[in-house]
């Protein structure tokens, strides 16, 4: 049914904002696979740069972010910008009349990312953060489990998302560009908790170390409470081994997925569910979750579709990470999303 919808409808025009690695390696090839969308520009403040990108991926090369907005033949803009440079550029694609995919999260202050989305909603555009991992069929199979009873009530959650340390001149260690490991690695749990775990989320705590050099929070951990008094731990930082992960443990079991914010496209999930003395390992089928989501954001485009439902979770992100911040440092802690 998707092939056949694809080949009906026009694919929704792209122009990419930017030059980032992760566009290279991961969200280019993800375009180049969807059958809804074509990536028909690439912008750099460097021109070799772009033609770099143009010629890998067979699109014209733009001097200048500017240039590219202005463009009348470009519907939307795919922008893998540094997290500091968001707020401003999703603002000024979207007055541009083009509808925007943007890496997350879509802001660093909660300020911006509700003015964003008003923003969005007055011009009739469609604004989406690239939240991947929640495009995976593995979470929806994971709710199921957890709604048919197979950890009996949700008691507690827990979740991780480690790497190892950067090289040195990597973006994410720049704070004028909203470097750090909270608004990075850190969306992963933060997002799984608001993915399972219904109502407010409040702070209990949380700490931040920050790297004495570069100045930006490079590890860091979080305990929050749901409205239904479920508990969520969460860690992430850049000076780890690599783990992705997350844990619901209820009343009668536990339910474990190992990988799960960045599986490759050909990886094959395994749920793992303990309850009493039986443990059962359920391997699901993989999922693209980079072309996944390309495809529901050029859906929406397509459609008209309202993109509030999305916004809305990506604006509740962007304030659960300002009250980390808070708790860490500069507050009491006490507020929530």
């Not at 593995?138 to 709710?143: E, F, I």
């Not at 749901?226 to 969460?234: F, G, K, P």
């Not at 960045?262 to 094959?268: E, F, G, I, L």
């Amino acid at each position: 049914m998707k092939d056949r919808e694809s080949a009906v409808r026009a694919p929704v025009r792209f122009g990419m904002l930017g030059c980032a690695d992760v566009a290279l390696r991961r969200t280019l090839p993800a375009f180049a696979d969807s059958g809804a969308a074509e990536v028909v520009a690439v912008a750099s403040r460097e021109k070799e740069k772009a033609e770099r990108f143009a010629r890998r991926f067979g699109c014209e090369a733009v001097h200048g972010y500017d240039a590219l907005l202005e463009d009348p033949g470009i519907e939307a803009v795919y922008l893998p910008l540094p997290t500091g440079l968001h707020a401003e550029w999703i603002a000024r694609a979207l007055r541009a009349g083009k509808h925007v995919l943007a890496e997350k999260p879509i802001a660093t202050a909660h300020r911006e990312a509700a003015e964003l989305a008003s923003l969005a909603d007055g011009l009739g555009l469609c604004l989406m953060e690239n939240r991947m991992f929640a495009h995976h069929s593995q979470h929806d199979a994971v709710r199921r489990f957890v709604a048919e009873g197979a950890i009996g009530q949700l008691r507690a959650f827990s979740s991780t998302m480690c790497i190892p340390p950067l090289p040195g001149d990597d973006v994410r260690y720049r704070p004028d560009l909203g470097g750090g490991a909270l608004l990075d690695v850190g969306f992963y749990p933060l997002h799984a908790a608001l993915h399972f775990l219904p109502g407010r989320l409040e702070v209990l705590g949380a700490s931040l170390h920050h790297d004495p050099v570069s100045g930006v929070d490079v590890r860091g951990g979080v305990l929050l409470r749901s409205d239904a008094a479920v508990t969520a731990h969460l860690t992430f930082g850049f000076e780890h081994g690599y783990r992705s992960h997350y844990e619901l443990h209820g009343s009668e079991g536990r339910l474990t997925l190992e990988r799960a914010f960045t599986p490759s496209a050909a990886w094959q999930p395994v749920v793992r569910i303990e309850h009493g003395n039986r443990t059962e390992e359920i391997t699901l089928p993989p999922s693209h979750q980079r072309r996944e989501i390309i495809d529901v954001f050029a859906a929406a485009v397509r459609d008209g579709a309202s993109c509030a439902g999305h916004l809305e979770t990506a604006v509740r992100g962007v304030a659960l990470a300002e009250a980390v911040r808070d708790a860490a440092g500069r507050g009491s802690g006490n507020h929530g999303a």
